[in-house]
């Protein structure tokens, strides 16, 4: 089986969450004797950052059209490449862009589409993929029978790791229909920060147990202290505290951290539906009977306004 991984890019750089997709195309690669290829669109600066992730070869498109990220252009390039070098199995990470491409790309391959996800394969009984659905308040056990197959993963699906590949970078061009690039992009607002919530290790979310929008540096003080994006829940962009953008929830941004803190947050299931897939929740509240502690890892029942800033202290005091 041949595995093909698409590399999407953010300031020139290979995202984290592509290179967890190259880690799980390398383990797809292995149980079947195949070959893994990567490809990547427009300027990326670490391409050769691909091999030490098992990359064999690397597909670069200079196609400066493709900085309009059309799905419908971006799905047949992929399915150029793969059909091209006789892939099996096309890897994504999930992203807003891969989440409009992925059903074009299993038509255009004739291939099974598996979405959201969590882990590695089981090959007890064929090929399992286990997915989050339900926004993430449940999980499907899918068997792909297909020999094709397209499958989007989230974050933290599997734990990155070094495997080194040959890291060949060589020039490739689509063959593209007329349908390509038939969406025109009038105009684009990029959200703004130190750390953006899609790609954030580290997350510090606050709700209105932070009673308005002038005690906020509590929550941006612990973000700088630990290199972390910051997000609210919904009633603080809607009381517009907070720019959209940070909403975190079903309606909003859908994050998988190593760490997320909600300070002040209750724990609507409209909010834990968007941090379902946190690996380590703490939460921050003196409500202890606040929803937020049943999917917590660790609590801690106190006054924001106590506790932030000294365990902010704290974590300066250590570094």
């Known amino acids: 089986m041949s595995v093909l991984v698409f590399l999407e890019s953010a300031d020139s750089q290979i995202k984290k969450s592509s290179i967890e997709a190259l880690v799980y195309g390398k383990h797809l690669a292995s149980q079947s004797g195949g070959s893994l290829l990567a490809l990547a669109v427009g300027d990326v600066s670490n391409l050769s ?31 150029d490449a793969a059909n091209q070098n ?12 891969t989440d409009s491409l992925t059903a074009k790309l299993a038509s255009l391959t004739q291939a099974a589409a598996a979405t959201n996800v969590v ?16 926004t993430g308040k449940a999980f499907e056990l ?27 970078v060589v020039a490739f061009a689509p063959t593209l229909s007329s349908k390509a690039f038939s969406i025109k ?49 919904k009633p603080v962009s809607d009381l517009h505290w907070r720019p959209h953008h940070e909403h975190v929830g079903q309606t909003g941004i859908k994050v998988s951290p190593n760490l997320y803190i909600a300070i002040g947050i ?18 921050i509240n003196k409500d202890a009977d606040a929803p937020i502690f049943k999917v917590a890892t660790y609590g801690i029942v106190g006054d924001a306004f106590e506790v932030v800033p000294k365990l902010t202290a704290a974590l300066k005091a250590a570094q």
């Open 49 to 79: 950052e691909a091999a030490t992730y098992g990359a064999e070869k690397v597909l670069h498109i200079t196609d400066a059209r493709f900085s309009q990220t059309d799905a419908q252009a971006y799905a047949e390039a992929i399915a």
């Open 185 to 233: 992009n009038i105009s684009s607002e990029k959200a703004t920060g130190e750390v953006l919530l899609s790609d954030a290790e580290i997350v510090v979310s606050g709700g209105r147990g932070l009673k308005g929008p002038e005690n906020w540096s509590l929550i941006t003080d612990l973000a700088k202290v630990l290199g972390a994006a910051t997000g609210c829940s």
């Open 266 to 283: 209750s724990g609507a299931i409209q909010h834990v539906a968007g941090i379902s897939s946190s690996k380590v929740i703490v939460a």
């Open 86 to 97: 006789s892939v099996n199995t096309v890897v994504l990470a999930k992203s807003s862009l």
């Open 142 to 168: 899918l068997n792909i029978t297909s020999a094709k197959k397209v499958i989007s993963i989230k974050k933290n699906a599997v734990e990155v790791s070094p495997s080194a590949g040959a890291g060949e």
């Open 119 to 134: 882990s590695l394969p089981d090959y007890t009984n064929g090929f399992t993929v286990k997915r989050s659905i339900f």
